[in-house]
């Protein structure tokens, strides 16, 4: 993981304490999510597989603007897989539509683009996809943050740690799992540490393949990290589910 600048660490100590929408964390077991960003179809085709072979589901964020874009993420989505996903228990998650920064356009177009995919969702997903939000690129900022709040069950950056025993909704902590299995000892480590504070361990990640982006993983480093978190008796769960389940 790389070490944020004192400027980068100094915005995000701010970000995280101001605007905030405070649940408790009610869980007697430590919890662990796993997301995957934009999303690359390597996602679908073989994370959800791994999650399912498993035994647990996980929380896809799609930006409608990338269904079936080819980029350094490798194919992203189509339209098919979405329902495919909701059928097997995984959620599907607003993550804008043209994977825009919040820092890059004013509040009013970005609140705008995040509307619209949540509405393109609903015109390919019967019933929609869930109020779960997570900003492209982990850039928010403070106006966002306030004026995004409560329209979102909640909204996920990417600022590194745990969630709990309070949980700010309007900006979820989350991890990265970027790499191969050289990586799986840091995984490790913040699975135990989620273990001793019995809170909530958000992973993201982008594409799954044998040779990843700079921003996926492998399916040895996701297959092992599930492993090990099931062998811990963590609570594995998509990301709406741990809302509705344990924050109170």
């Known amino acids: 993981m790389s070490l944020l600048s004192f400027p980068g660490r100094l915005r995000n100590r701010v970000y995280s ?9 009610e869980s007697p077991l430590p919890v662990v999510s796993f997301t995957f960003d934009d999303f690359p179809r390597s996602a679908y085709t073989a ?4 999650l399912e072979a498993c035994g647990v589901r996980g929380t896809f964020y799609a930006a409608t603007g990338l269904m079936n874009v080819e980029n350094a ?7 098919e897989d979405l329902g495919v996903l909701i059928e097997h228990g995984h959620e599907v998650a607003i993550h804008g539509h043209r994977h825009v920064s919040a820092r890059r356009v004013p509040v009013h177009e970005f609140l705008d683009d995040v509307e619209l995919c949540q509405s393109e969702l609903g015109t390919l997903i019967p019933g929609g996809a869930s109020r779960n939000f997570a900003y492209p690129y982990g850039e928010a900022t403070l106006s966002c943050k306030r004026k995004l709040g409560s329209r979102m069950e909640s909204s996920r950056g990417t600022i590194h740690g745990f969630n709990g025993p309070e949980v700010d909704l309007n ?4 991890n990265p799992l ?6 799986i000892e840091s995984a490790r480590q913040l699975i135990q540490e989620n273990e001793k504070r019995k809170t909530w361990l958000i992973f993201y990640s982008h594409d799954v393949r044998t040779n990843p982006s700079r921003y ?3 399916p040895a480093f996701l297959r092992e990290t599930i492993s ?21």
């Open 17 to 25: 304490s101001l605007y905030r929408r405070v649940a408790a964390l």
């Open 47 to 50: 994370g959800s597989t791994i």
């Open 73 to 79: 993420l490798g194919e992203n989505f189509h339209a």
């Open 171 to 174: 900006l979820l902590r989350a």
């Open 178 to 183: 970027y790499g191969d299995e050289s990586g």
């Open 216 to 218: 996926g993983c492998t």
């Open 228 to 248: 090990f978190a099931a062998s811990r008796r963590s609570t594995i769960l998509p990301v709406g589910e741990v809302l509705r389940q344990f924050c109170l």
